[in-house]
Nanobody
Framework: QVQLVESGGGLVQAGGSLRLSCAASGRTFTSYGMGWFRQAPGKEREFVAAINWSGDRSASADSVKGRFTISRDNAKNTLYLQMNSLKPEDTAVYYC?????????????????WGQGTQVTVSS
């Protein structure tokens, strides 16, 4: 089992940047593929980005390609999401998630553990 705690959210103007962090504790961090998802008010939770256990393979949603970068530091048991050129439509609660597989996935149902979320608000 792994516990996940997100941080780094906040209020930022359009065009600005934020870096989200997700600290993992419990079972060995390198046992998990990791992902970031987000949920805006009144909408379903959606895939943002995901990365494999070693960090050398990743994927991201079309809506964030070229603006968001997922990475992980296995020595620090931490997952990151660097978000640049933020837009008001990026406003959401952002969640990190872990799946008990080494690879990444875009599917919510394939993730076994979730953090509590961190709010990102982008003003126009």
């Amino acid at each position: 089992q792994v516990q996940l705690v997100e941080s780094g959210g906040g209020l930022v103007q359009a065009g600005g940047s934020l870096r989200l962090s997700c600290a993992a504790s419990g079972r060995t961090f390198t046992s998990y593929g990791m992902g970031w998802f987000r949920q805006a008010p009144g909408k379903e939770r959606e895939f943002v980005a995901a990365i494999n256990w070693s960090g050398d393979r990743s994927a991201s949603a079309d809506s964030v390609k070229g603006r968001f970068t997922i990475s992980r530091d296995n020595a620090k048991n931490t997952l990151y999401l660097q978000m640049n050129s933020l837009k008001p439509e990026d406003t959401a609660v952002y969640y990190c998630a872990a799946r008990s597989r080494l690879g990444w996935s875009t599917r919510l149902s394939e993730y076994d553990y979730w953090g509590q979320g961190t709010q990102v608000t982008v003003s126009s």
